[in-house]
């Protein structure tokens, strides 16, 4: 009786988060994780579409290039829980970025953001496809001089904490360099 080779890929992480500031190649390591798991991959995109903004247009387009083209591409903007529900256990989710879902919900008083937040995390935990999700570090340069800054950056570090906590990988991408975090990391103590 012949014996199975065991030297599979491992299965794909349910989530996986990456991570960094702005140009640092996250997006571009995430589309590398998604293209390796073997899975259909669905790029959920949750930035607006500003088409008055030629510059927005041009990040886009670069985004676009990018992407295989039998990859799907979904346009959810802040409607990303709603999307993750029609996502197979044969697809994988690309989701780009946190930041601009955060963003998409930013004009929200505080218990609706903890509803909606809480919607999300519900949602990823029911899919049944694994997920990449990108997410923004903004807390690393000039304190915000605005209260909408100041709430996005709030908004987005403590959702990425809660994620952190149910993720199975997660990655800091800076200066074009993937580093896997869980590995070289341990767990920050919560507040008492």
Do not use: N
Not at 19 to 48: D, F, M, N, Q
Not at 95 to 122: F, K, M, Q, Y
């Amino acid at each position: 009786m012949a014996v199975e080779s065991l030297a599979e890929e491992p299965p794909q992480p349910l989530l996986t988060l990456v991570s960094g500031p702005s140009r640092g190649g996250k997006s571009r390591w995430a589309e590398h994780l998604a293209a390796r798991s073997g899975l259909a991959v669905v790029y959920l995109a949750t930035g607006p579409s500003l088409p008055d903004d030629p510059s927005w247009q041009e990040r886009l387009q670069r985004h676009r290039q990018r992407r295989p083209p039998q990859w799907g591409c979904r346009e959810v903007g802040g409607e990303l829980a709603a999307a993750l529900a029609d996502l197979e256990p044969v697809q994988l989710g690309l989701v780009d970025s946190l930041g601009t879902w955060v963003a998409a919900h930013l004009d929200l008083e505080p218990e609706a953001w903890e509803l909606r937040c809480a919607d999300l995390i519900t949602a990823m935990g029911r899919c049944r496809a694994p997920l990449v999700v990108v997410c923004e570090e903004t807390g690393w340069g000039v304190v915000p001089s605005t209260a909408a800054g100041s709430r996005f950056r709030d908004r987005l570090g403590a959702m990425q904490q809660e994620l952190q906590g149910q993720s199975a990988a997660a990655w800091l991408v800076l200066q074009g360099r993937a580093i896997d975090l869980l590995a070289l990391s341990q767990p920050v103590p919560a507040e008492h």
